[in-house]
DNA sequence: TTGTACGCGTTATCAC
DNA sequence: GTGATAACGCGTACAA
């Protein structure tokens, strides 16, 4: 047992620090937000106490207090992924600005895991939430946790993975405009016949991905070759797919809808005896170390994680400080751009 | 205005339960606990209101009256790095399974971010927290406000980036020994002009993984030449000094403590003309997505990400739950292995 | 100038 | 079987 302050000081509370100073309760706290109240000489006791003692206010007893915790929640599929990393870091910059904590979950994909995390975020712990949809949520079609916490006033924001039947604010990117982009900028360096290696179409990005594919296509009378259509159900095991898909087929130019797919391209068109950039030029989705870092290093769509994650942030802090004045739920659109590099820039064929 | 329930339905308490069913607040509460002393009739009329309006505690109220969150905090110096967001994976996991929140607090690897992320943690929210210190709290050598916390009772376990003079749980990795192995491997297949690409002392991590290389020479008589060594100050700018280091000097092999170290020496040799693995082997640290997709794929020092964070979550709620009955702190220790990849597999030189 | 009383939502204890 | 009361830590309206 030591009872030196320097080596043990339990954490404080008014109360005890009243019971100290022979004071009432009330008279501490007055005295430590500088209430006029007190005494010169009373408040400047109790504050040199409380800052010898280094008093520090109980956040629950002030988040019950006040009815608001001043904490966000955000929920989100997965981690590994640069582009989630990168949301966090937007939303954590914009919370701890504004005064915010934020209580990060994990749905691994899971519905039950999500909906867990939605009760929890939902029983006071937090005063709103950002979200990006499970991906089996999405595949279910199940939001009845959604429309729960929402019709108790809980404000939430969707973040990259939104579901169109529920009425909230939204940060989405234009991944339709951004593929469009993506596969003009390939047309518009001679390719004619490009794959696209996409997700299944309940993943609402991986659609709208293939669809700007489509729009591409069709705005340059380039012919569309249903063949040329990956569509990839289980990310896990993509490479072996991707690898059959591209071997067994002429093309020369490839549009993948996020990091892992293009670097498995692009493996697959070595090992087939293709050149990158050389022979076939690749486009990838989602920018983040692994496109930048890789070799050939990979053109790709910026999503502006952090921004998505800053704007996300704004929209639900402003809404549960009630200074969104128009009544109306908006849908933010973040805009992507190409960052070009080596994968899609033809080098000089002769001279390799 | 709609009172429809379906539509709009605010958050029940207990008491709110209670005028509507017209008993006390304690009959109500006990009637949910399933209490004996409540009879059948009573009981079940307030249970099904209480799940008609789906009735869920106010976890807020139930902190302040438990005086404890069954929250964890997790600082982390940043998440762009695959190897952290496996470590939150890992303390997510655990932390959910045994009934915890998990939050986040990013301090950007500043000295002051990561203060306040502590006072923050320590005023209530949390019941204790996981800590990987920032580079910039390295340099200082500056940790009165960990001190702080632990002198007020708080449960902490460090992780990865741990500080020796603080006495507390500690989850890190044998990254001397990682590092030797990595280097042995490359002296058994043949290296023995060895450049090892790490960061300045200040970096736990960094100081042992070069340690380890130090080692590893030692122990098999390979001549020690400092001018092979680089230490980088400035990761971000680390690219530059990478290249030019390694265009001025002849190797057979490379170490590097990171994954971002590696791609950039791994860059370099190509554009020196050399090939990786035939002319150069490069061994890697941090296995990471990066390691794995690259081409050449690279073989690195697993550190377990998950494991460790795992880890660390059990012994912070042992901490907390006092199921800890040996005062004693512990400091686990995650054992790395080595994952071989191309980057160091000799292939037959002629037939390329 | 200081202290008392109350309420935030919950549960435990005790009285009826 | 049910209800009133106190307590967790805080802030504030009001009383002294």
Redesign the interface.
């Known amino acids: 047992m030591n009872f030196d302050p320097?080596?043990?000081?339990?954490?404080l509370t008014l109360k005890q620090i009243a019971r100290e100073l022979d004071v009432s309760v009330s008279t501490v706290s007055k005295a430590l937000r500088d209430s006029p109240e007190i005494s010169d000489e009373t408040r400047q006791k109790i504050q040199a106490f409380a800052k010898l003692y280094?008093y520090?206010?109980?956040?629950?007893?002030l988040?019950?207090k006040n009815r608001r915790?001043r904490?966000i929640g955000l929920v989100l599929p997965e981690?590994?992924h640069?582009f989630f990393?990168?949301v966090?870091?937007g939303v954590?910059e914009v919370a701890?600005k504004r005064g915010y904590?934020?209580?990060?979950?994990?749905s691994n994909n899971s519905f039950d895991?999500e909906v867990?995390n939605l009760?929890?975020l939902?029983?006071?712990?937090t005063d709103g939430f950002i979200l990006s949809v499970a991906k089996e949520t999405q595949q279910k079609g199940d939001y009845h946790h959604l429309q729960?916490v929402i019709?108790?006033?809980m404000p939430v924001v969707m973040v990259d993975r939104v579901v169109n039947e529920i009425i909230c604010d939204k940060v989405i990117i234009d991944d339709s405009d951004g593929a469009r982009d993506a596969v003009q900028h390939l047309i518009d360096n001679g390719c004619r016949r490009i794959a696209i290696i996409t997700t299944v179409d309940y993943i609402s990005v991986g659609k709208l991905r293939t669809e700007g594919y489509l729009r591409a296509l069709r705005g340059n009378d380039v012919e569309l070759d249903e063949d040329l259509i990956l569509k990839i159900e289980d990310v896990d095991n993509s490479h072996e797919a991707i690898s059959q898909f591209l071997g067994a087929r002429e093309i020369d130019g490839v549009f993948a809808v996020n990091e892992?797919f293009a670097?498995?391209a692009?493996?697959a068109l070595?090992n087939k005896g293709l050149s990158v950039p050389e022979d076939v030029l690749v486009f990838s989705f989602s920018d983040g170390?692994?496109s930048r870092?890789?070799?050939p290093s990979l053109s790709t769509v910026n999503q502006h994680g952090a921004d998505m994650g800053a704007k996300a942030a704004e929209l639900l802090i402003d809404r549960i400080e009630k200074t969104v004045t128009d009544e109306e739920y908006q849908t933010a659109i973040v805009k992507t751009s190409l960052v070009e590099r080596e994968s899609t820039q033809k080098r000089k064929k002769a001279t390799v």
């Open positions: 320097l080596i043990m000081k339990p954490k280094n520090k206010p109980n956040n629950i007893a988040s019950l915790t904490t981690i590994v640069d990393a990168t966090i870091t954590e701890n904590n934020v209580l990060i979950c994990l895991r867990m009760e929890m939902a029983n006071g712990s729960e019709s108790q006033g892992q670097t498995s692009v493996k070595l170390e692994l870092r890789f070799i």
